[in-house]
């Protein structure tokens, strides 16, 4: 069946540091691919999505790039802050007329001044 | 603004007492999703709905029961046959008719006291 898989965490790094959470897929057919963060005691706020191969979602200084070749879409950002600081989930919606959402295990990230 | 409003943010339950948790969404989306979410934990699928008055189990609905009778409200009832309740619960919703994001509502936590 269809499957997510991200990188464990947590993750620390120190302010300004490089990120990198991967993330790869299993689906058939053309999944849309999302990015979603969860701050502590919030619900899940959409980061960045991408709806076909090749396209970059893009947003607050996060990048991902849908590639169908690797089946990934890892996330990253050049330079993090502090408040970065949460939890981050990778996720897929198929293509087709079944609407199912399949969801990472998620990956915390810990940003250290 | 249109979105999902859980309700309440906080649930106190004794031993042995069903609690019914609130979600209600006015964005006219078709299909909706209740979540639990254990510390450190991902996202596991309790049950979804995707047209009034239908709705289908998923991973861990053992203990829980829902309704779908109006398309803007999908309550979530945690029974006494639940036997590890406190968690955190997120309702989700879809469009259904496309692949686009899923809304979260901000959670209601959910202890036993």
């Known amino acids: 069946g269809d499957s997510v898989t991200q990188m464990e965490g947590p993750v620390t790094l120190s302010e300004e540091a490089f990120l990198t959470i991967n993330c790869t897929y299993t689906?058939?057919?053309?999944?849309?691919l999302f990015w979603y963060v969860q701050y502590p005691g919030e619900g899940l706020q959409l980061l960045l999505k991408?709806?076909?191969a090749d396209d970059k979602g893009s947003n607050k200084g996060f990048e991902a790039t849908y590639r169908k070749e690797t089946t990934s879409f890892h996330l990253e950002k050049g330079s993090v802050q502090v408040s970065d600081s949460a939890v981050y989930f990778c996720a897929l919606i198929r293509g087709d007329s079944n609407y199912q959402l399949i969801w990472g295990a998620g990956t915390k990230l810990i940003i250290k001044p | 603004d249109g979105g999902i409003t859980q309700s309440p943010k906080y649930l106190f339950r004794k031993e042995g007492q069903n609690v019914t948790l609130s979600c209600e969404q006015n964005l006219n989306h078709d299909a909706m999703y209740w979540y639990r979410q254990d510390p450190g934990q991902g996202l596991r699928l309790i049950y979804y709905s995707q047209i009034v008055n239908d709705f289908q189990k998923g991973d861990i609905a053992e203990g829980y029961s829902v309704s779908r009778e109006k398309k803007e409200s999908f309550p979530l009832t945690v029974t006494s046959a639940q036997k590890n309740p406190t968690a955190f619960y997120l309702c989700?919703?879809?469009?259904?008719?496309?692949?686009?994001?899923?809304?979260f509502g901000q959670g209601t936590r959910l202890t036993v006291v």
């Open positions: 989700a919703s879809l469009p259904g008719s496309k692949v686009t994001e899923a809304f």
């Open positions: 991408a709806t076909k």
């Open positions: 689906a058939t057919g053309y999944p849309s």
